[in-house]
């Protein structure tokens, strides 16, 4: 069974004061794994998709990385309006070939104060 | 880019009335839809999968007669929570998928309170 574990749960930052969230993960088979940021009320907003371990991507402040067992998004600087809940999830393949659907994480909860 | 539109964003209705809430590709078509319930402070937690033109697949231990799935085109979905009480007050949201292997968009979610 494909798990996804968070932490840390919540995360006060000041303004710019950089820092980084954890998403660990036990799948058989990755076929991807994905991070997105859900404001509240809100349905989660696409940020990224890492394939395989080493790879890296970055949008803005974020930069997500990955290894074979875990995941970090590292926020630089951050700001006020990046508050937000941060959720990652997984994707794993079937014995098929196909993929399975996503397993989420249940998210780091991230108050960028000014 | 991909928009999933879901509406409406929140309902409250009484016990024992039914709700439907509606999922909808804009720009492109959805072959498959997901469904999605999640609790405050908790992860989305998957109800069901539905592929255009055939019956939905349900997660164990979602009822699928209390939660009636329909997706009649490439870009519609919609979940109708039938005879709802209380404890089926929650968030439910919506993704979208183009094709297996692909990207997921989401819709804003639907805020459900049941009195």
């Known amino acids: 069974e494909d798990q996804v574990t968070q932490s840390p749960e919540a995360l006060r930052l000041q303004e710019g004061e950089s820092s980084s969230l954890n998403c660990s993960y036990t799948v058989s088979g990755l076929r991807g794994l994905f991070w997105y940021r859900q404001d509240p009320g809100k349905g989660p907003e696409f940020l990224f998709t890492?394939?395989?371990a080493g790879e890296e991507k970055e949008k803005e402040r974020l930069k997500a990385t990955l290894t074979k067992k875990e995941s970090f998004l590292h926020i630089t600087a951050p700001k006020p309006e990046d508050s937000a809940t941060y959720l990652c999830a997984v994707q794993a393949f079937l014995s098929s070939g196909s993929a399975r659907q996503l397993t989420f994480g249940s998210g780091t909860q991230l108050t960028v104060l000014p | 880019g991909a928009v999933v539109s879901q509406h409406p964003s929140w309902v409250i209705c009484k016990s024992g009335t039914s709700v439907k809430i509606e999922c909808r590709s804009l720009d492109f078509q959805a072959t498959t839809m997901f469904w999605y319930r999640q609790f405050p402070k908790q992860s989305l937690m998957l109800m069901a999968t539905?592929?255009?033109?055939?019956?939905?697949?349900?997660e164990q231990g979602v009822e699928k007669d209390k939660f009636l799935i329909n997706h009649a085109s490439l870009t519609l979905s919609t979940l109708t929570v039938t005879s709802a009480h209380p404890e089926d007050s929650s968030f439910y949201i919506c993704?979208?998928?183009?094709?297996?292997?692909?990207?997921?968009?989401f819709g804003s979610g639907t805020r459900l309170t049941v009195v």
């Open positions: 890492l394939y395989s």
């Open positions: 539905s592929n255009e033109g055939s019956k939905a697949t349900y």
């Open positions: 993704s979208a998928s183009a094709r297996e292997n692909y990207g997921y968009t």
